[in-house]
């Protein structure tokens, strides 16, 4: 076995704490577009159509757009190796927490239950009047199929509902936030996986883990500006490594 895949599964089994932070790297290798590449979702859709102030100055054409590109870019796509290898680490007790910046909620799919959304997940909507949160893919159905005359209202109370995810414009909520910053501070390792660390404030993740003296293994494809003080660096897809490390921290 590769045996910086070796080392990596021994950090994570010695550690008390162990948190996974997920980027990109992870969704695109079921096969989502990532966002600013050339074939990616923000080439193919104008970013400005998916704004918070789209969204409030004319929510009917938001939701039709949403709609559209909820099928086109994040429909029929499953869970892949990579989600389902942290899942098994979860459930065998080596792994304490996932924090993802996507909004795919494949992790949750693929069986990990402690997972924190720093960007929210599409697999909700959230009402802006109750806080009421609800399974989003009726929604978008009812504005495809036209069954919903304009966006659609909240069931309990009539009031907005809006994707549960961050959109352009959009602070990230400080729950889960605060809650990913106090993570990093008490991870003892800290695994950064298909991450290319440049979207801020979730890329300074990994620098807070490791100030307080984590062991940072990071698994993705390209160097990282962490990788010269990573105890391991991985440049291998996540499909291969994070099966790696699961079966030799399992074994």
């Given at each position: 076995?590769?045996?910086?895949?070796?080392?990596?599964a021994?950090?994570?089994?010695?550690?008390?704490?162990?948190?996974?932070?997920?980027?990109?790297?992870?969704?695109?290798?079921?096969?989502i577009?990532?966002?600013r590449?050339?074939?990616?979702?923000?080439k193919?859709?104008?970013?400005?159509?998916?704004?918070?102030?789209?969204?409030?100055?004319?929510?009917?054409?938001?939701?039709?757009?949403?709609?559209?590109?909820?099928?086109d870019?994040?429909?029929?796509?499953?869970?892949?190796?990579?989600?389902?290898?942290?899942?098994?680490l979860?459930r065998?007790?080596?792994?304490?927490?996932?924090?993802?910046?996507?909004?795919?909620?494949?992790?949750?799919?693929?069986?990990?239950?402690s997972?924190?959304?720093?960007?929210?997940s599409?697999?909700?909507?959230?009402?802006?009047?109750?806080?009421?949160r609800r399974?989003?893919?009726?929604?978008?159905?009812?504005?495809?199929?036209?069954?919903?005359?304009?966006?659609?209202?909240?069931?309990?109370c009539?009031?907005?509902?809006?994707?549960?995810?961050v959109?352009?414009?959009?602070?990230?909520?400080?729950?889960?936030?605060?809650?990913a910053?106090r993570?990093?501070h008490?991870?003892?390792?800290?695994?950064?996986?298909?991450?290319?660390?440049?979207?801020e404030?979730?890329?300074?993740?990994?620098d807070?883990a490791a100030?307080?003296?984590?062991?940072?293994?990071?698994?993705?494809?390209?160097?990282t500006?962490?990788?010269?003080?990573?105890?391991?660096?991985?440049?291998?897809g996540?499909?291969?490594?994070?099966?790696?490390?699961?079966?030799a921290?399992?074994?």
């Amino acid at each position: 076995m590769n045996e910086r895949i070796e080392r990596a599964a021994r950090l994570v089994q010695e550690a008390e704490t162990v948190v996974a932070f997920t980027g990109a790297g992870v969704s695109t290798a079921s096969g989502i577009p990532d966002f600013r590449s050339d074939g990616g979702i923000w080439k193919r859709y104008d970013p400005g159509d998916f704004h918070i102030r789209r969204f409030e100055a004319d929510p009917d054409g938001f939701w039709r757009d949403r709609a559209e590109l909820v099928a086109d870019v994040y429909d029929g796509y499953e869970p892949n190796a990579a989600h389902e290898a942290l899942a098994a680490l979860e459930r065998e007790g080596e792994l304490d927490r996932v924090v993802t910046q996507n909004i795919d909620g494949l992790h949750t799919r693929a069986g990990s239950e402690s997972v924190v959304e720093i960007h929210g997940s599409g697999d909700r909507v959230v009402c802006r009047n109750c806080g009421q949160r609800r399974t989003a893919e009726p929604f978008y159905e009812a504005v495809r199929d036209g069954d919903i005359d304009g966006a659609p209202q909240c069931p309990d109370c009539d009031g907005s509902l809006k994707p549960d995810v961050v959109l352009f414009g959009e602070p990230l909520p400080t729950g889960p936030l605060e809650k990913a910053k106090r993570l990093s501070h008490e991870a003892d390792c800290f695994l950064v996986v298909g991450s290319s660390l440049t979207v801020e404030p979730a890329a300074s993740l990994p620098d807070r883990a490791a100030t307080t003296g984590a062991d940072l293994v990071v698994v993705n494809l390209d160097e990282t500006r962490v990788s010269d003080r990573a105890a391991v660096d991985l440049r291998e897809g996540v499909t291969d490594a994070l099966p790696g490390i699961r079966s030799a921290a399992l074994d």
